[in-house]
């Protein structure tokens, strides 16, 4: 036997029964709060040229991406982001529809992460891209659908909300390496002030640097915006802080100040987000289930240049809390076994798509003995069994005895 075949790679699991069913509860659960709300399925390929994904402004490693060849030698990738083929749908295919765009997507990505232990390289994501749109009426129905889409699944939540300008701004007036910028981010994200201390500390201190230093603290409410206007000055940063605030004061308006926390020190993996940027986070899940936020250039990239606003969802680790919490819905056994004596195989199966019909479940017994078939129907806790002959006998079984 070959050394992997009884294995799957690392990254990757198997689904069985109950969590197929949760999977599956999961995903229409979040897409009914989209359709309900004007948004329409699009699908894109699993693989892609890999020039849709080393943009740039794409903001993804190329080492976590699954490389291969097509039959021509150019290079593809298995796809690790469902915003960027959406932003080359867009430009190409839907270039001539009506704007705006309401669009939504179920559909796995693949990210390679050898030192993230316990990370999934194959993630289901389910989201929204509003494309064509801008301004705060469009953050704040994108960012009401995703906290809906949330409360439908888990009920202890929360949102953070931030801008990637800020980090941007400050960011580039430090005379450091794109990698050290990457370091620096990746120490705010996880709020790691030792590791974040240390790369500054090397640098030096500059009004930029104190900004960036405090960045991971600067969370909570209407008053971290005011603490962020202390450490910073500009028109930019100005007008930032002012939209922030009147997009939060409008949420808490509508009932979901206690979900939201502003995180100015909320910084996202991909670059291509450029003004407000937002995650969701639920208790028992380190990581983000929910990251989105506004990326006006992206669809520049694309020959396309237009506005767009959107998030997604991790499904599996919104079916992983639902598990643990006990709240999914089990698969219930079949209504009727039936069993077709010998000879009587294909009247048995005219008997099932008869019962079908009538809207019962029913299993075909694959079994030569009607007792091998009672004792089958038992451990599955089928309640009822049809022996069909010349006949049709049906047998509860619970009943008293319950032999054949």
């Known amino acids: 036997m070959k050394k992997y075949c009884n294995i799957t790679p690392e990254g990757t699991r198997d689904l069985l029964f109950e969590e197929c069913i949760a999977h599956r509860n999961v995903e229409h659960m979040l897409t009914s709060v989209f359709e309900s709300r004007g948004f329409q399925e699009v699908i894109t390929p699993g693989l892609e040229f890999f020039d849709i994904f080393s943009l ?26 469902s915003t960027l083929p959406i932003a080359r749908m867009t430009a190409t295919r839907l270039q001539n529809e009506k704007r705006p765009l309401r669009l939504y997507y179920t559909q796995t990505v693949y990210r390679n992460n050898p030192s993230l232990m316990g990370r999934s390289d194959e993630v289901m994501q389910t989201g929204i891209e509003l494309l064509g749109a801008s301004g705060k009426r469009a953050d704040l129905e994108v960012i009401v659908t995703a906290v809906e889409a949330l409360s439908r699944c888990v009920p202890d939540f929360r949102m953070e909300l931030g801008h990637a300008g800020f980090f941007r701004s400050l960011a580039s007036q430090l005379p450091i390496s794109d990698e050290t910028r990457e370091d620096i981010r990746l120490s705010i994200e996880s709020k790691n002030y030792s590791a974040l201390d240390t790369i500054l500390d090397r640098l030096e201190q500059t009004p930029a640097v104190l900004a960036i230093r405090r960045l991971p603290r600067l969370f909570g409410g209407e008053e971290v915006l005011q603490q962020a206007a202390d ?15 009147d997009l939060y004061l409008a949420l808490r308006e509508i009932g979901l100040g206690e979900k939201l926390i502003i995180d100015l020190g909320l910084v996202q993996r991909n670059d291509y987000y450029s003004d407000i940027i937002f995650s969701g986070y639920v208790e028992g899940s380190g990581d983000a289930v929910l990251t989105g936020g506004r990326y006006d250039h992206l669809l520049e990239a694309f020959g396309a240049p237009m506005p767009a606003v959107g998030f997604g969802i991790n499904v599996d680790a919104i079916t992983k809390l639902m598990l643990e919490s006990g ?19 294909m009247k048995a199966l005219k008997h099932s798509a008869f019962l079908l019909k009538g809207g019962l479940r029913c299993e075909n017994s694959v079994f030569p003995s009607r007792q091998e078939a009672l004792e089958y129907a038992r451990s599955k806790k089928i309640p009822r069994v049809d022996y069909v002959s010349e006949n049709v006998q049906t047998v509860s079984v619970w009943e008293k005895g319950g032999k054949v």
Do not use: W
Not at 58 to 80: F, N
């Open 56 to 81: 740039e402004c794409a903001g993804i490693p190329q080492e976590s991406m699954y490389k291969l060849t097509d039959h021509k030698g150019r290079l593809l990738v298995l796809r690790p982001d």
């Open 327 to 345: 709240n999914v819905q089990t698969r219930k056994p079949a209504d009727v076994l039936i069993h077709g004596d010998d000879g009587f195989e």
């Open 231 to 245: 450490l910073c000055s500009g028109e930019d940063t100005v007008k930032t802080l002012g939209y922030l605030k």
